[in-house]
């Protein structure tokens, strides 16, 4: 089934949106903004650079060689959707609360839920995340990580715990425990600390949510 995704180069604008405040000038100039008045807490976000960086890339060629489709490994940040146009994301700064504001025009992406979920695990899952504000990245669980894409994710590493201290992550994974303290479940096969964003977008414990573009009126 093919990906639904917003990709910037993209622009075909289905309604109109009025932000409720000031907004960076650099996405007045881009002149659309996505649907999210759609958009439920709890949602994850998928992230994949028009122009990808270098750390991007080596994202991306780690999960492509770790055995992951292009469809999915293109997919190198994960993040949670908290609301009001904010994510909750894990960044090299540690796991931070922002605006979606940084990602707009720029970077392609893409909205993924548990559709049986009801709202009050949406919040669950949400809540569960906004917990770790202020926990540290996880650098070498990226190093770890990096390391087992040469032999291939399929083979079990034996990993169960944090690579670097119960509270650090990185961006998938942050998802990946918020959504198993929630549900209950597991978001995936694969333990949570090997979740990479390619792994979030392979699974079919969630389905894509239709996106369009609104120009910013």
């Not at 949602?43 to 270098?54: E, K, N, Q, R």
């Not at 079990?156 to 918020?178: E, H, K, P, R, T």
Request: charged fraction near 20%; aromatic fraction near 10%.
């Amino acid at each position: 089934m093919a990906q639904l995704l917003l990709d910037p180069q993209t622009l075909v604008a289905k309604s109109s949106w009025k932000p409720s405040g000031p907004i960076p000038a650099k996405v007045r100039k881009f002149g659309h903004f996505p649907n999210i008045d759609d958009w439920l807490p709890g949602d994850l976000l998928l992230i994949s650079a028009t122009s990808p960086p270098w750390i991007s890339r080596q994202i991306i060629s780690a999960q492509t060689r770790g055995g992951y489709s292009m469809d999915d490994a293109r997919w190198h940040h994960a993040a949670m959707y908290i609301g009001d146009a904010n994510i909750c994301e894990a960044t090299a700064s540690g796991v931070n609360l922002v605006p979606i504001f940084d990602y707009v025009g720029t970077h392609k992406l893409r909205l993924r839920r548990d559709p049986i979920l009801a709202d009050k695990d949406r919040f669950r899952l949400a809540v569960k995340a906004l917990a770790r504000l202020r926990n540290a990245y996880s650098q070498w669980s990226v190093v770890k990580l990096f390391a087992r894409s040469f032999p291939g994710f399929w083979h079990d590493s034996g990993d169960s715990v944090s690579f670097f201290g119960v509270n650090a992550v990185i961006c998938s994974q942050l998802y990946a425990d918020a959504y198993a303290m929630a549900t209950s479940k597991l978001i995936t096969s694969v333990p949570s600390v090997q979740v990479t964003p390619a792994a979030l977008s392979e699974t079919s414990q969630l389905t894509d949510v239709a996106l369009h573009w609104n120009s910013i009126g």
